[in-house]
């Protein structure tokens, strides 16, 4: 069974930092693309950053300098390092395994989501 499980949520003042991970299960890791997403009260889900299967990174801009993705295959998981946190990044953030396989083979799983709530 695939399974893509987050952690690392909480509460942090403006300017701190967070880590969160996502450990996927049930899937060849390094042939996917992982990206983590976020979604505040009344807002639309946004992607945050992605790290492709080449290891390639595109970050959105509100985030570009502050956070920082990594992968690690061995551990069939990636990380998000979250530095100098501001009130705005208040959301649930979930972390997304894609993969295209050939021309009409498409894999896309989500994990639960992890709350970080960032407020003084």
């Known amino acids: 069974q695939v399974q893509v499980v987050e952690s690392g949520g909480g509460l942090v003042q403006p300017g701190g930092s967070l880590r969160l991970s996502c450990a996927a299960s049930?899937?060849?890791?390094?042939?996917?693309?992982m990206g983590w997403y976020r979604q505040a009260p009344g807002k639309q889900r946004e992607l945050v950053v992605i790290?492709?299967?080449?290891?390639?990174?595109n970050y959105a801009d509100s985030v570009k300098g502050r956070f920082t993705i990594s992968r690690d295959n061995a551990k069939n998981t990636v990380y998000l390092q979250m530095n100098s946190l501001k009130p705005e990044d208040t959301a649930v953030y979930s972390c997304?395994?894609?993969?295209?396989?050939?021309?009409?083979?498409?894999?896309?799983?989500w994990g639960q989501g992890t709350q970080v709530t960032v407020s003084s």
């Open positions: 790290i492709t299967s080449e290891g390639s990174t």
């Open positions: 997304n395994a894609r993969r295209i396989a050939g021309l009409y083979r498409k894999y896309d799983y």
């Open positions: 049930g899937i060849t890791f390094s042939l996917y693309d």
